[in-house]
C-alpha cells in the first residue's frame, strides 16, 4: 500500500513538473516581450525576499511530519491530535508574524535597488505577493498529516492542476496586453485558492482531526527550530542570487540570470519529483528494525546519479542553443561554456545529495547539521558578494558551487554515514568519485560530438528537439550499460523494480 502511494506522488509531481515549466516558459518571454526585462527582475526579487520571510513553511512541514511518520503508521489517531493541536497554534501565530513583517519590509523594499515602477506601485506589488503566502499559516496542519501519510497524490492533484490553470490564465492575460498587476493577482490569488483546496480536502480525508483535543504535544516546536535553521542554510544557498544581484547589477540583470535559473529549476523539478517522490517512505523504512536501509540507500543514490548526470549532461551541451531559441535574445542572453558548465554542476549536486538529506531529515538529524547550517548560509552570501564583483554571473554560480561542494559536502554525508549506518564516510566519497569520472567522460564525449551540429540544433525548435534526442538516446545508453557493468547495487535496483511491478 504504501509503495503505490509512492508511485502515485510520483507520477502526479512528474506530468505536473514537466507540464508547468512548459507553459511557464512561454509566459516568461510573452512577459518580457510586453512588460519589460525590468519588470521581470524586479517580480523576480521580490518572490525571493517573500520566499524568506515564508521560511517556516517548509521548515514546519518537515519537522511536523518527522513527528507524525510513527502514529500514522501504527493508525495512533491519539497521538496524531496531540502533536496536530501542539502545532495548529503555533502555524497561525506565525502567518500572523510573517503578515506583519512583509508589510514593514514592503515599505523599505522600494529603496533597495532602482525600481521600474513608483514607490507606491512596488509596496503595493510586494503586499499583493505576500499576504496570500502569511495566510496560508492559518490552513496548515491537515495538509501536512495527509503528506506523512503519503497520499499527497490526492491534494498534489488539485495544487498542480491550479498552477497550471494559472500558468495559461497568465498567458491570456499577457497576450490581451492587460495591465501588470492582473498578472500579479493571479499569481498571489492561486498561492491562497490552492492552500483553501488543499486544506479541505485534508480534512475530508482525515475528518477526525476536527475533534477536541485537551493534551497539547508540544514536541513541534522543539523540532521546528531546527528545521527553520535548515531551510535558511538552504535559502541562502539557492535564493539568495536574484537579491545579490538586483543590488550590485539590477533588474533587468536579474531578468537574465532568473531565466537562466529558471530553465535548470525546471529540470531540476522534474528529476526531484523522482527522486525525492519516497522521502515519506523513509521515514518508515528506518523506523523498521527489519529492513535493510544501507542496501536500499545504495540502490536509490545509483537511481539518483544517474538520473543527475544524464539531465546534467544534456544542459551543459545543450543549454546555449535553448536559451537562444526561447529568449531570441542573443545580445543579452549569451551562455558561455563557465556559465553552462557551473549550472550543470550544481545541478548534478543538488540532485546527487537529497539521498543523503532525505537520509538525514527522516532519521531527525536536522538536529545535528544546525551549525553547518549556519556555516553553509553565511560562505554563500558572503562568497557571492565577493565574487559577483569580479566575475558576474560566473561568480555567482561559482559560488554556490563552493559552497555546496565544500561545506555541505564534507559535512552531511559524514554525519549520516556515521549515525546512521555506522559506517565509515570514505564509502560515500569513493562511490561519488567514481561516478563522477564517469559522467565527465561522457561528457567530453557528448561535448565533442554535438559541435558538428550545434548551428543545426539553432535553426528551430524541430532540429533542436532531434539533436536533443540523439544527445539523450547517447548519454542514456552510455550511463546504463556502464553503470549496468559496474555497479551490483545498480542491478539490484532493476531487480527491485521488477518484483515491484510484477508483485500480486
Not at 222 to 238: D, E, F
Request: aromatic fraction near 16%.
Amino acid at each position: 500500500m504504501r509503495t503505490r502511494y509512492t508511485f502515485y506522488n510520483f507520477l502526479v509531481s512528474l506530468i505536473t513538473s514537466v507540464i508547468l515549466p512548459i507553459v511557464g516558459m512561454l509566459k516568461i518571454r510573452m512577459f518580457i516581450d510586453v512588460y519589460g526585462q525590468a519588470l521581470n527582475g524586479l517580480q523576480l526579487t521580490i518572490v525571493n525576499v517573500i520566499t524568506f520571510l515564508n521560511i517556516c513553511e517548509i521548515a514546519y512541514s518537515l519537522a511536523f511530519r518527522q513527528l507524525l511518520f510513527k502514529p500514522l503508521a501504527n493508525d495512533d489517531r491519539a497521538s496524531v491530535l496531540k502533536i496536530y493541536y501542539g502545532a495548529r497554534k503555533i502555524f497561525k501565530i506565525t502567518g500572523t508574524l510573517v503578515i506583519a513583517l512583509g508589510i514593514i519590509v514592503a515599505f523599505f523594499f522600494p529603496l533597495f535597488s532602482d525600481s521600474p515602477l513608483n514607490y507606491g506601485e512596488t509596496v503595493f506589488m510586494f503586499i499583493v505577493f505576500l499576504l496570500p503566502y502569511g495566510l496560508s499559516y492559518y490552513l496548515m496542519g491537515p495538509n501536512f498529516v495527509i503528506i506523512a501519510d503519503q497520499k499527497e497524490y490526492k491534494i498534489n492533484i488539485w495544487i498542480q492542476t491550479i498552477a497550471i490553470l494559472r500558468m495559461v490564465a497568465m498567458v491570456v492575460v499577457i497576450y490581451l496586453r492587460l495591465p501588470y498587476y492582473v498578472v500579479f493577482f493571479i499569481e498571489g490569488g492561486q498561492v491562497l485558492l490552492a492552500n483553501v483546496v488543499a486544506y479541505k480536502v485534508a480534512l475530508k480525508q482525515y475528518p477526525w482531526l476536527n475533534q477536541k483535543c485537551d493534551d497539547h504535544d508540544r514536541s513541534f516546536l522543539h523540532n521546528a527550530k531546527y528545521t527553520i535553521i535548515q531551510r535558511l542554510s538552504t535559502l541562502a544557498t539557492t535564493n539568495t542570487d536574484n537579491i545579490v544581484i538586483a543590488m550590485f547589477m539590477g533588474y533587468n540583470a536579474v531578468s537574465i540570470f532568473g531565466n537562466y535559473s529558471y530553465l535548470t529549476n525546471a529540470v531540476s523539478k522534474i528529476i526531484q519529483s523522482a527522486i525525492t517522490s519516497p522521502i515519506n517512505s523513509f521515514g518508515n523504512l528506518f523506523n523498521d528494525a527489519k529492513s535493510d536501509a544501507y542496501s536500499v540507500f545504495t540502490e536509490y543514490f545509483n537511481f539518483a546519479v544517474l538520473i543527475a548526470s544524464i539531465i546534467s549532461i544534456c544542459v551543459f551541451v545543450a543549454m546555449p542553443q535553448f536559451v537562444f531559441l526561447w529568449l531570441r535574445r542573443p545580445d543579452e542572453y549569451l551562455v558561455t561554456v563557465p556559465i553552462a558548465l557551473l549550472f550543470a554542476l550544481n545541478l548534478f549536486y543538488m540532485t546527487m545529495r537529497e539521498t543523503v538529506i532525505i537520509t538525514r531529515d527522516s532519521n531527525g538529524l536536522f538536529v545535528d547539521a544546525k551549525v553547518n547550517a549556519y556555516v553553509q548560509a553565511i560562505v554563500k552570501v558572503i562568497l557571492t558578494i565577493v565574487l559577483i564583483i569580479p566575475f558576474g554571473f560566473v561568480g555567482v554560480l561559482l559560488a554556490t558551487f563552493l559552497t555546496n561542494w565544500v561545506v555541505d559536502f564534507l559535512y552531511n554525508p559524514v554525519l549520516v554515514y556515521r549515525k546512521v549506518f555506522h559506517a565509515t564516510p570514505l564509502k560515500y566519497y569513493k562511490m561519488v568519485g567514481i561516478r563522477l569520472l564517469i559522467a565527465a567522460g561522457i561528457t567530453v564525449v557528448a561535448y565533442i560530438g554535438w559541435q558538428p551540429f550545434g548551428e543545426f540544433a539553432q535553426s528551430g525548435f524541430v532540429p533542436f528537439l532531434i539533436c536533443c534526442v540523439g544527445l539523450g538516446s547517447f548519454v542514456l545508453i552510455s550511463a546504463v550499460m556502464v553503470y549496468a557493468i559496474c555497479f551490483k547495487s545498480f542491478r539490484n535496483l532493476f531487480v527491485r523494480m521488477r518484483l515491484l511491478l510484477f508483485k500480486r
